[in-house]
């Protein structure tokens, strides 16, 4: 018999929570469940998609194949830095996953749409699909199923009566019973009960509104974007021009304290280190927020442009580069002086990634391409730039790049330094790092 399509929804839904709450609930620490839960909810999500003959788009498995390696990574590494990022980017590809499979084209142009269609359009879709519960309500019981349930109600009674016989003739068979109901006791008992509940709850409501969003009721996305008029330009030229003229004040002004190095700190009243630290991080988010602002005027304004708005745009993300190499000179003074950490290899990779989205950018507008193209771009290059953040280490990177500052030994190379003293992992929560950690401790 061939189920309701909202009893399939219900069913994958409830296994989904169930999924979940086995390997969440009571693990110590977050590791491969993190990986076996992702599995579990592409999977279905996917077998569901294909059993209704709807197309699983690629932008959608891309997002699920970033989210699979993002939930990877808290099976192998344990570096608070790169996990702290691929925990951010691991829910983000997940949310991109969800709104492609409810229909989303891709066709971002700026990022506040996508945390629009991330958050707002979700939510919408959510509450556009409530009507799905009505159909779970039973309808009228056929002759089968009455019968069905009256046997099921009158053969309990006399499973129960042969039960306790078989438990007074046989020790070793009402050891097993009282040992099966000892279990059961511990697992039912209320704070179990009213904690695996909500938990399961929770996510069965989750995944219940996504699976009927999806494949009950499924809305179209597929807003088009009108070009705006041609007086535009001029507004973006003026914006552009104001901005750029800002930049070039900041850059003569201070271009002794931006590119002196040391010599420029001897004519400061600030430590060497205040010097080398300050401003790093505004010097990046100026950079960023360039990116920012010529992504917005290009969406409100138009992506048409003359020849003098191009120059504009181009000097612009002139004055943003060399404003980032200033950026790069205070870290690097920072770093020869104290070494390396974590967050300092932080910072370089946050260079090299704003670095890349700079010339993305200045590609999209020299080559005149269409601005979803820049932001697709953008995801997948920070997308695998956290990944590749993580697989590098830095918290072993810097113990190996100091080590080498020094001339130091460090024999094998522990794959992280941190605190290793966890609790003790169980299967949901086994970790690679932490795994091998514990080998080298019981070795030495």
């Not at 999500?45 to 209704?52: D, F, H, N, P």
């Not at 009108?226 to 007086?231: F, M, V």
């Not at 003098?308 to 002086?337: C, D, H, P, W």
């Not at 990177?397 to 992280?416: E, F, K, M, V, Y």
């Amino acid at each position: 018999m061939k189920l309701k399509l909202s009893y399939v929804l219900a069913i994958a839904a409830l296994t989904l929570a169930l999924v979940v709450d086995v390997l969440f609930y009571s693990a110590p620490n977050i590791g491969l469940n993190m990986l076996l839960a992702e599995a579990a909810f592409v999977g279905i999500s996917v077998w569901i998609a294909r059993s209704q003959k709807i197309a699983v788009t690629r932008p959608a498995m891309v997002a699920a194949g970033f989210a699979l390696a993002f939930a990877a990574t808290f099976a192998v590494w344990t570096s608070t830095w790169s996990l702290t990022m691929d925990f951010i980017s691991f829910l983000v590809a997940n949310l991109l996953f969800v709104a492609f499979m409810l229909g989303e084209t891709h066709r971002f142009r700026h990022p506040m749409e996508i945390v629009s269609h991330l958050f707002l359009v979700p939510a919408k879709h959510a509450v556009y699909a409530l009507p799905f519960v009505r159909t779970l309500l039973p309808e009228k019981a056929s002759a089968q199923t009455r019968t069905v349930v009256k046997a099921i109600i009158i053969a309990l009674p006399i499973l129960f009566v042969f039960t306790l016989v078989f438990v007074a003739a046989d020790a070793v068979f009402r050891s097993y019973i009282v040992d099966f109901f000892t279990q059961l006791n511990e697992w039912f008992s209320v704070g179990n009960v009213i904690g695996h509940g909500m938990f399961v709850g929770f996510f069965f409501v989750l995944f219940c509104l996504f699976f009927a969003a999806a494949f009950w009721r499924k809305m179209m996305f597929g807003k088009k974007h009108a070009d705006a008029p041609a007086r535009a330009v001029l507004e973006s030229k003026i914006i552009l021009g104001s901005v750029a003229v800002l930049f070039a004040v900041f850059l003569v002004v201070s271009g002794s304290a931006l590119f002196g190095g040391t010599a420029a700190f001897a004519n400061l009243d600030i430590t060497y280190s205040q010097y080398a630290r300050e401003g790093f991080g505004q010097l990046c988010a100026a950079s960023i927020l360039v990116i920012g602002l010529l992504m917005t005027l290009r969406v409100l304004h138009t992506e048409l442009v003359d020849k003098k708005l191009l120059g504009l745009q181009i000097t612009l993300l002139a004055e943003a580069a060399l404003v980032l190499v200033s950026a790069f000179m205070r870290l690097g003074m920072y770093i020869n002086a104290y070494g390396y950490t974590p967050a300092r290899l932080f910072g370089l990779w946050f260079f090299a990634l704003i670095t890349i989205f700079l010339a993305l950018t200045l590609v999209n507008i020299l080559h005149r391409k269409h601005q979803s193209t820049l932001v697709t771009q953008i995801l997948l290059v920070a997308a695998g730039a956290i990944l590749l953040f993580t697989v590098l280490n830095p918290d072993a990177l810097s113990t190996r790049l100091n080590a080498a500052r020094t001339d130091l030994d460090l024999r094998n190379g522990l794959p992280n330094l941190e605190n290793t003293d966890y609790p003790t992992d169980t299967w949901q929560s086994w970790n690679y790092t932490r795994m091998y950690e514990r080998r080298l401790q019981k070795v030495q």
